[in-house]
């Protein structure tokens, strides 16, 4: 089958590799019929995820048709329609029965390398990283989905992929940022990063019933997106100073909570972002955590902290003290997307959100090369790419 | 990124057991398979440990060779005082990414990072004077520096103190102990049921070909040995309390004189069951512990660690999890397995 494959810093192939099958009795393989790339595979492509192989297939957000099930799959059946959530999840340890499906204690066959560098292990994801797994991806013609009789939603008729297609990551994640939040009435959220993540934590505050958001980004078509289709207020980091501008629209208290959409690869103009760069470049940093510290430094006294953006390793320069000395709360993860499928769903069919209004581009697999240079160099207002096999 | 442990060196096998980690026959084209199979997990632990240095060595490198192309990669401007800043950085990484490749303890070097970071910070207050900084900055990026070197200081204490090793594994001259415990999500019942056969047991123990079952309590043993040799033994269950623990020792005339154990207990707030193993391997006269970690083919302490997590996921899964890149048996890409390729 045809598929896109990791090949160094900046590269990436569309290769003939071998068709999956299945290789664990609860497998499904799945024809895919859309695909996306996610803002989490630009630090697979500008290198800032250890353990990648040449040859890797990339993807993990993705959905289509079952085409063959293993024999301990009994919900599934060949032609079901169904979208992939990317953290793969056996359902049955402590962690997927507390429904903390991101961190499953069975999926990840490479588990000693994340122990060596995370302390404990979390769970396989489909296309990102032998340390969290090995397994091949889903911007490919097909995928196996181990644990298929957990995972994979089935898609009822009457809803396209492009509305479904987002379950498998950005929706629930930005959701989980937001839900993170513990919104109360009159709550004030600010959000770092306009990106698909970002857009997402701005819709759901406001589902969760966030009286004002506020995203910080620095691309003019990023932030006209949070307000026309998200309806945030914005700051542009690269003209206005974020945290006197956060202060000047909450009254001096600080967004009551603060959430980071940007992740390890965050930009900053100025001084710091040689520091950060420099440190990260040779390493002595893993993740450049310019929103993080931004985040922290602005949240009210109390408030809380909410990390979706992902860091990958060691930062440097956490402002330890202004989270202790101003009780704030920390909360982090990688989505536990199985919990949130079956919900956001939901408010797709009842028709209070259409997550397709962060896709710009639509490509054929073919161009996913073209595709991840626009999208990491934010060019042709790259918002999101969905990719048709 | 610094706190892969370093290989152990082992010396040659020697004494009358030579044949079993020794390996100076000529191999038969099937030992010869046998043979890469076993030391593949070996070799896949040891990129990975050399991976993370080499991605640290690989970024210093270019800071110090070119700072310009550096400034230019990373999106810094590139002015003098960043191409210096740059440079200096670099050339310390690079000396501690060296370290890490190549030195058998990296405390030493994690040290080197802590002095690193007191030098970033002198770094962070030259660039906080300049006059470049806006006023609102300063007073973040000056807060923000507070909580320097805290990470890298204890890290490189806790190595200094040894928590960086390996954990529960005590290496002495007349033999190898090795303890180890996983949390499994089923009752202590259950999982003694499905120990105490031992016939299961090479469904998770790697190294384990075959265990028969020869009486109430006589079992016999046949592991692999690097080679594509095999050992092999006879034991008998030595104490045996349903729910609780079962205990085995090898008998007379074993190729390697072994003894282990297995402990359950009910972990607190229905997790389930602690297993807790311990096993012992004694040399016969005159054979090294080398010969018996040759028998592992890498460090037994991670070799008990992966059967655990092999048998938690039978146990909670009913089957031992595969991604496609473990499927080949041996370092490769995450794509799919070619028809027939499978390893195991
Ligand atoms: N937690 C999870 O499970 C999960 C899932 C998916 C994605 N993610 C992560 O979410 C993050 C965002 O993903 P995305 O797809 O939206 O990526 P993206 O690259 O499209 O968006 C990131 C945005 O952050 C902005 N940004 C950079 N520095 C900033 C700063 N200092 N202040 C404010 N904004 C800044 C960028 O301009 C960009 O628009 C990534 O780190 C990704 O890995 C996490
Ligand atoms: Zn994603
Ligand atoms: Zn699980």
Redesign the interface.
């Known amino acids: 089958m045809k598929a896109i494959t990791w090949n160094g810093k900046k590269s990436v192939r569309v290769e003939q590799v071998p068709d999956p099958r299945i290789l664990n009795a609860r497998d499904a393989i799945v024809k895919i019929t859309s695909t996306a790339i996610c803002g989490s595979d630009l630090h697979l492509y500008n290198g800032f995820i250890p353990t990648m192989e040449n040859g890797d297939v990339l993807g993990h957000e993705f959905m289509g048709e079952v085409v063959e099930t293993g024999s301990g799959v009994a919900n599934l059946k060949v032609g079901d329609r169904v979208v992939v959530p990317f953290p793969i999840a056996c359902g049955k340890c402590w962690s997927c029965q507390h429904e903390l499906y991101s961190l499953c204690e069975n999926s990840n066959p490479n588990a000693w390398m994340a122990e060596k560098l995370m302390g404990h292990s979390p769970a396989g994801l489909f296309g990102y990283s032998h340390m969290l797994g090995g397994y091949a991806g889903g911007q490919a013609e097909y995928a196996r989905v181990p644990f298929a009789d957990v995972g994979p939603l089935k898609v009822p008729e009457g809803v396209s992929d492009e509305q479904v297609l987002f379950l498998s990551d950005i929706f629930p994640t930005g959701y989980m940022g937001a839900e993170m939040c513990d919104i109360q009435p009159g709550d004030v959220i600010a959000v770092w990063g306009c990106g698909p993540v970002g857009q997402f934590a701005i819709a759901s505050a406001f589902l969760l019933g966030a009286e004002r958001v506020i995203a910080i980004d620095r691309f003019p078509y990023r932030l006209e997106m949070a307000r026309d289709k998200a309806g945030a207020e914005t700051i542009n980091y690269e003209e206005a100073d974020v945290y006197q501008g956060l202060m000047e629209m909450t009254g001096g208290r600080g967004p009551d909570a603060c959430i980071d959409a940007a992740g390890m690869e965050a930009h900053a103009p100025g001084l710091l972002n040689v520091y950060d760069r420099a440190k990260q470049a040779v390493m002595l940093e893993t993740d450049r955590p310019i929103a993080l510290r931004e985040a922290i430094m602005a949240c009210r006294n109390g408030g809380t902290v909410s990390v979706i953006g992902i860091y990958g390793g060691f930062i440097d320069k956490f402002p330890m003290g202004s989270v202790v000395n101003r009780s704030l709360t920390i909360k982090s993860g990688q989505t536990h997307v199985h919990r949130y499928m079956r919900p956001l769903l939901e408010r797709i069919q009842k028709g209070e959100i259409d997550p397709s209004f962060v896709i710009t581009h639509r490509m054929r697999l073919d161009d996913a090369p073209r595709g991840y240079e626009i999208f990491v160099n934010k060019q042709e207002a790259c918002e999101k790419i969905v990719l048709k096999p | 990124?610094t706190?892969?442990q370093s290989r152990q060196t082992r010396g040659p096998a020697s004494g009358p057991k030579a044949e079993v980690g020794g390996g100076t026959q000529p191999l038969g084209p099937r030992q010869g398979e046998d043979r890469q199979q076993s030391s593949a997990h070996h070799r896949s632990?040891e990129r990975?440990?050399r991976?993370?240095g080499w991605?640290?060595l690989s970024?210093?490198l270019p800071?110090v060779a070119t700072p310009r192309e550096?400034a230019r990669?990373?999106?810094?401007?590139d002015d003098q005082q960043?191409r210096t800043?740059?440079r200096v950085?670099?050339v310390?990484?690079?000396g501690v990414?060296f370290g890490i490749l190549t030195q058998p303890r990296s405390a030493a070097w994690l040290w080197g990072?802590v002095a690193?970071?007191a030098m970033?910070l002198a770094?962070?207050g030259l660039?906080?004077r300049?006059k470049?900084?806006?006023q609102?900055?300063v007073t973040?990026?000056t807060?923000?520096?507070?909580?320097?070197t805290?990470?890298d200081l204890v890290r490189a204490v806790q190595l200094s103190r040894g928590l960086g090793r390996p954990s529960g594994r005590v290496r002495e001259d007349r033999g190898m102990h090795v303890l180890k415990t996983i949390?499994v999500?089923r009752s202590p019942e259950e999982v003694y049921g499905f120990w105490h056969d031992f016939r299961n047991l090479p469904r998770f123990m790697d190294h384990l070909e075959d265990v028969q079952v020869i009486g109430e309590r006589r079992s016999h043993w046949k592991a692999k040995a690097p080679a594509g040799r095999t050992v092999e033994w006879d034991a008998e269950i030595v104490e045996d309390r349903p729910g609780e623990l079962i205990a085995w020792r090898s008998l007379e005339g074993a190729d390697v004189r072994n003894s282990g154990s297995v402990r359950f207990t009910p972990a607190p707030g229905r997790?389930?069951t602690e297993v807790r193993v311990e096993l012992h391997y004694s040399p016969p006269g005159g054979v090294v512990g080398a010969t018996i970690a040759g028998l592992f083919g890498e460090e037994p302490d991670?070799q008990v660690?992966?059967d655990l997590?092999r048998f938690?996921?039978v146990m909670?899964?009913?089957?031992v999890?595969?991604?496609?890149?473990?499927?080949h048996g041996r370092?490769?890409?995450?794509?799919?397995?070619?028809?027939g390729v499978?390893a195991q």
């Open positions: 990124m706190l892969q632990r990975f440990s991976a993370l991605f640290s970024l210093g800071a550096l990669l990373t999106g810094v401007p960043n800043v740059l950085v670099g310390r990484e690079l990414g990072r690193g970071d970033d770094l962070l660039a906080l300049s470049h900084a806006q609102s900055r973040a990026a807060a923000a520096v507070v909580g320097v805290a990470l949390t999500n997790r389930g991670q660690n992966g997590r938690k996921q909670e899964t009913g089957e999890v595969q991604s496609d890149a473990t499927t370092p490769h890409p995450a794509q799919p397995p070619k028809d499978i």
